[in-house]
């Protein structure tokens, strides 16, 4: 009985209770019981969706474990069968509702999307804890599991709110349930593939999914509130006063358009320069840093997640450089909107990958892992950086 409830309680407990969380985040609330149907067929098709992983594995004797499979086939089997069948399984679990007339404002597509991926991650969790009990590691990647999955399915699930009223997918479906199934694959390779040291990888692309799915979230919640939707047409300013709380979805868009003027090539060019720059620059102050403080870099093992402190040293002072040199770049070019950063910042992060995919293809999987938070944090500082004020449509 004790070592059932190991690995059932960890697993059903949590997800109940954010299920909760998420259940009662809705002023409209859903019906309870086409919630748990969500819920428990995210569980059911989970389990579908991992009885083929293994006869798959079983076929083609291929693993995401790299250590089975090499990096080539672990990455090969990982995006191209395993990702894009459990998000399938997650999506499947929440067309009924979808489809039902229940799912009648924007901020439904959240709610069910979330009863689905909770549903999944009980069942991964179970299989997981169940498999390797009394290991701390699998409780750590249990505890990862419940939070990716959401932001994941919170990806497509923002497409499915916004096109509530047609009940079909809608044209940015797609790219949503495009944009959750990579980012699934790297965090099970992550997660799955390499050792337990590769989990600190995962916090910063789980930090910008998360972002992603609270501004998701917000977004659909404005679009099903009656009042905002009623001065639709109305200009509003955006206010840079970091007690305003964060921009919503549709000021970033606003930002990041071209308003009707051309692109600045030369300060994309020069903001990738400063970006790159000011990359070398934080990495310098670490690594000096680290000298200061006696840290040895050479301990760093992936298999033990007690040797990562050096590699986040590392990162942290790279990921400074981004939201300086959008700042700069924004004050220097007083552009109006934020797209030349933007696209400044991105540029810097493709260079960067190119050179790590030639000299150190290992790290570019924790490079990718980076990238979004790296970016975010760019235009977080281009924000802080440009004109005060202006008006977009809300």
């Not at 919503?248 to 009707?260: C, D, I, K, Q, T």
């Not at 540029?347 to 990958?353: R, S």
């Amino acid at each position: 009985m004790a070592h059932v409830l190991w690995w059932l309680l960890p697993a059903v407990l949590p997800a109940l209770l954010l299920l909760g969380v998420v259940h009662y985040s809705d002023s409209r609330r859903e019906p309870v019981p086409l919630v748990l149907t969500t819920f428990f067929l995210g569980g059911t098709f989970g389990g579908a969706a991992f009885y083929l992983q293994y006869l798959a594995t079983k076929w083609t004797g291929l693993d995401m474990k790299t250590h089975v499979s090499g990096n080539a086939g672990a990455l090969v089997f990982i995006f191209a069968f395993v990702a894009p069948t459990r998000e399938a399984a997650k999506t499947a679990a929440m067309w009924p509702a979808f489809r039902s007339k229940y799912f009648d404002e924007p901020y439904d597509g959240v709610v069910y999307a979330a009863a689905s991926a909770l549903g999944f991650a009980v069942t991964e969790n179970a299989r997981m804890l169940m498999t390797h009990p009394h290991a701390w590691v699998w409780l750590a990647r249990a505890a990862l599991a419940l939070p990716a999955n959401v932001f994941f399915a919170t990806a497509w699930g923002y497409a499915l709110g916004r096109a509530k009223r047609q009940k079909r997918p809608g044209p940015i479906f797609p790219a949503s349930w495009l944009l959750a199934t990579v980012s699934h694959g790297l965090y099970a390779h992550l997660v799955w593939g390499r050792g337990s040291g590769a989990l600190v990888g995962t916090l910063p692309l789980l930090l910008a999914m998360g972002a992603l799915a609270f501004f998701a979230a917000r977004d659909l919640r404005r679009r099903g509130d009656e009042a905002i939707a009623s001065d639709g047409n109305l200009l509003e300013p955006m206010s840079l006063d970091p007690t305003s709380g964060p921009p919503s979805l549709s000021h970033v868009r606003a930002a990041l358009r071209r308003e009707g003027r051309p692109i600045v090539v030369r300060w994309i060019v020069l903001g990738a320069l400063v970006t790159v720059g000011a990359m070398l620059l934080g990495l310098a102050a670490s690594i000096a840093f680290g000298h200061w403080a006696r840290v040895d870099f050479s301990l760093v093992d992936e298999h033990d997640v007690s040797t990562t402190a050096p590699v986040a040293l590392l990162g942290a002072g790279i990921l400074s450089a981004f939201p300086l040199s959008g700042y700069l770049i924004a004050k220097a070019s007083s552009l109006p909107t934020l797209l030349e950063p933007a696209l400044a910042s991105a540029l810097a992060i493709v260079m960067v990958l190119a050179v790590l995919g030639f000299a150190a293809p290992i790290s570019l999987l924790f490079a990718l892992a980076f990238s979004p938070i790296a970016w975010g944090l760019a235009c977080a500082g281009a924000w802080v950086g440009r004109p005060e004020t202006i008006g977009v449509e809300s």
